[in-house]
């Protein structure tokens, strides 16, 4: 594989140029990799276009792309995908992402990897560490891989092989309705029209595949303001690998204990709990819907009765049932059966699990917000009755 990096660009300049400038000091394992900057056309674009016409590219042939017309990001990014077809692969970076020295060398092994794994749907060279339905922090199992598996696309630095981009392409093409499947998370159903990365989570769910993941961050998200954010936010940043060149040591799926649904839940808690998996369904982030299961295993006081319990206090929480962690924060439920559940959730504890220490200062301001908001739902309920 011939492997492009694509960059797509729109109408940041300061974003398009920290990325060039991170990809000028990245390390390559070869001299003719292409360096493709796609840009999008958009009103007083020139800036962009100057930096990406006087970057210099020291390691094979850069090409500018200026698009004729406004294509929006959806059609933008599966433009962009399709290089994959005359390449046999490509890297897409959205240009408010940074990336590791390393990106380079960790997508060409993943890439050359993925190509013996029908069920690997893409690489990412970004590593999640927030829930994004929830909010809540997420970090995966360590189970001695330096990837895992996650069925949920990546936007913040991905790369697919020709075989992987043809599949989900044929998918594509057939308007698959993915507002009806429930499999696939409200949260990213509710996305915009214009999201690319809702259809490449759907397709993922529905043809069973997964996302590889790296385990320390190849790339890392600025969030810069733009067209789809308002503010510059710092929320996705993640720590990025600044190691030295080595070989990657990937899982296959089936020897990987860290295997995730599109809810950030691990696929394997069937297997510790002697059940079988389409009996269980696994909410320990408590957002998970419940989908005719007769097994559930979350984090929510639910009034029915409770096989096993176990404590939050191992990170990620799902060691905490791996490990068999004594308590009474996770509940192995049987829904068929209703009983009271004489337990209360902490909510102090839930919050000192997901942030080490929260200031004095922030808990008093925490408080009155709270009680603000209650005093207007209460002002509302009243002036209603009036």
Known sequence: MRIPIVVVAYNRPRSLSRLLRSLKTAKYPHDDIDLIISIDKAENNQQVLD??????????TKKVIYQEINLGLRKHILKCGNYSLEYGAVIVLEDDLYVSPNFYLFAEQA????????SIGGVSL??????????QNF???QDGFDNWYFQFASSWGQAWTKDQWTGFMDWYKNEPDIDSNEQVPAYV?????????????????????YFLYPKISLTTNF???????????TIYQVSLDFGKERQYKFSIVQDSNAVYDAYYENKNLHQILGLENDELCVDLFGYKPLHGQKYLLSSKVLD???IRSFGRSLKPHEDNVLQSIEGKELFLYDTTIEAKNPNISDFERKIAYNYKQIPFKWTRKLF????RQKFNNLLTRITKKR
Do not use: C, M
């Open 223 to 233: 969030s810069d303001a733009g067209t789809h954010v308002g503010n510059d936010s």
């Open 126 to 135: 970004y590593n999640h560490q927030l829930n994004v339905h929830t909010r």
């Open 189 to 209: 159903r509710s996305w915009s029209p214009k999201s690319w990365l809702k259809y490449n989570i759907a397709y993922l769910v529905e043809k069973d595949r």
């Open 51 to 60: 930096l990406a016409n006087d970057f210099q590219w020291e390691y094979g």
């Open 111 to 118: 890439l050359t990897f993925s190509t013996k794994e029908s």
């Open 139 to 141: 970090s995966p199992h």
């Open 304 to 306: 029915f009765k409770t």
């Open 368 to 371: 009155f917000v709270q009680s």
